[in-house]
């Protein structure tokens, strides 16, 4: 059983390891979601959310909230995962992150208009529906895109980096 455990652990490691991961950032967004809408005084109740056009609820304290949530669980998220599930630690997956954070982000408003404006959802109740949606989605884009690592084209044998290096000598000694 022990040898069934560790075989399944070292095949879906980044997935457990992202799932953890996911799961400090639902801790991290919703908390920061709750504070700013429980005690923050981000209540909706100043806006009439069933007479409201959909641009007015996006600019609306929920998704301000949801937003503020999303972008602490992203920082945590970056920081996580560029160094501890894809051990991508460079700077070059920023941009891929901050693209795909926003797609993401994108889709958790939607979710959130969706699950409180058009299907009267209680708003906390929303949020941990939201959360594990998103969070698939999040893991594939963080997988294929953000944090993909560029293979090389060409592997080199052992003889041609010998003879690279022996001639790199050879140039830096002349």
């Given at each position: ?12 490691e ?18 920061v ?26 600019l ?31 700077f ?11 797609v ?47 293979k ?6 052992s ?14 000694k002349?």
């Amino acid at each position: 059983m022990k040898d069934f455990i560790v075989r399944m652990y070292k095949k879906y490691e980044k997935f457990i390891k992202f799932c953890v991961v996911g799961v400090l950032n639902t801790i991290v967004t919703y908390v920061v979601y709750y504070i700013l809408v429980r005690f923050a005084g981000m209540e909706p109740s100043a806006l009439p959310f069933k007479e409201t056009p959909f641009w007015t609820w996006l600019l609306s304290f929920i998704v301000c909230a949801n937003t503020i949530g999303d972008i602490a669980g992203g920082v945590n998220s970056y920081f996580w995962n560029s160094r501890w599930v894809f051990k991508n630690k460079s700077f070059r997956s920023v941009p891929k992150f901050i693209l795909t954070f926003i797609v993401y982000m994108l889709i958790s408003a939607a979710l959130m208009f969706l699950c409180v404006r058009v299907i009267g959802m209680n708003k906390y109740v929303a949020k941990i529906i939201v959360i594990p949606i998103t969070t698939v989605i999040n893991f594939f884009m963080s997988k294929l895109f953000a944090f993909r690592k560029k293979k090389e084209k060409t592997e080199k044998t052992s003889e041609e980096a010998k003879e690279e290096g022996s001639d790199g000598d050879l140039e830096e000694k002349q």
